[in-house]
C-alpha cells in the first residue's frame, strides 16, 4: 500500500534548535506530503513535494525528497515552542485520498 | 471564510449507542474526505465523496459505519451500533475540483469520540 512510514516516532528538542523526521515509503509516488497536527486541532498541509523536485523551502521548513532511496526529510530550523506537534508525511493516490504514516512526535522545550 | 467545521468535538458513548458525526466542508469544496486516527495509529482513510456521491469507500472498516452526503454539502458519518474499537479521532476534509486529484485538502478539527 502507498503508506509512508515516519522516522523518528518521537523527538524532543530545544528552542532554537533544528528538527529533523524522515519518511520512507515502498511505492513510486507522484507527490509526497507533510502535514502537521497541533494538539487538539486539525491537521495543517505544510508542504507537498513532486516526484521530479528534490528539495523545497517553505519559510522554516525544509522538505527533500530521494526517489531512488523512497525516502523524504522534514527539517524545521530554529524551533520554537509552537512547533511542538505531531508530523505526518502523506502519500495520495490519484484521486487525492491520502495514506498517513503513523507521524513523529515533536516536543520543542523553552 | 469558514474552513472545515465538524460536529461535535466529542462524543462519549456507551458501547451499543448510536452516533452520528457531521462535517461541513469549505463552501464550494466538491471532494470531501474522511479519516479516523484510532489511539497511537497512523490517519487511516475511510471515504471520499465527490459531491453526492461515493467515490471510494474502501475504508470503511464494516456496515456498522454509514455515511451520507445528501444535496453534496455538509456530510454525516454514523456509527450504529458503536464498539469499543471505534474509539479515536474522525477527521474531516475538503478540497476544489480543480481537475488535479493533488489539491490541497483542508481538514476540519475532528471529533473525537470514546466509546465506553
Known amino acids: 500500500s502507498q503508506q509512508g512510514e515516519e522516522d523518528p516516532q518521537a523527538l524532543s528538542i530545544q528552542e532554537g534548535e533544528n528538527a529533523t523526521m524522515n519518511c520512507s515509503y515502498k511505492?513510486?509516488?507522484?507527490?509526497l506530503q507533510w502535514y502537521r497536527q497541533n494538539s487538539g486541532r486539525g491537521l495543517v498541509h505544510l508542504i507537498l513535494?513532486?516526484?521530479?523536485?528534490r528539495e523545497k523551502h517553505s519559510g522554516r521548513l525544509r522538505v527533500t525528497l530521494d526517489t531512488s532511496k523512497k525516502s523524504s526529510s522534514l527539517l524545521i530550523t530554529a524551533s520554537r515552542a509552537a512547533d511542538t506537534a505531531s508530523y505526518f508525511c502523506?502519500?495520495?493516490?490519484?484521486?487525492?485520498?491520502?495514506?498517513f504514516g503513523a507521524g513523529t512526535q515533536v516536543v520543542v522545550t523553552p | 471564510e469558514a474552513g472545515v467545521t465538524q460536529f461535535p468535538s466529542h462524543s462519549v458513548i456507551e458501547k451499543g449507542q448510536t452516533v452520528t458525526l457531521r462535517c461541513d466542508p469549505i463552501s464550494g469544496h466538491d471532494n470531501l474526505y474522511w479519516y479516523r486516527r484510532v489511539m497511537g495509529k497512523e490517519i487511516k482513510f475511510l471515504l471520499h465523496f465527490v459531491k453526492e456521491s461515493k467515490q471510494d469507500e474502501s475504508g470503511m472498516p464494516n456496515n456498522r459505519f454509514l455515511a451520507e452526503r445528501t444535496g453534496g454539502t455538509y456530510s454525516t458519518l454514523k456509527v450504529q451500533p458503536a464498539e469499543l474499537e471505534d474509539s479515536g479521532v474522525y477527521f474531516c476534509?475538503?478540497?476544489?475540483?480543480?481537475?488535479?486529484?493533488?489539491?490541497?485538502?483542508?481538514f476540519g478539527p475532528g471529533t473525537r469520540l470514546t466509546v465506553l
Open positions: 511505492t513510486s509516488i507522484n507527490n
Open positions: 513535494i513532486r516526484s521530479n523536485e
Open positions: 502523506a502519500l495520495t493516490d490519484s484521486w487525492g485520498k491520502l495514506q
Open positions: 476534509a475538503s478540497s476544489q475540483d480543480l481537475g488535479d486529484a493533488y489539491n490541497e485538502q483542508f
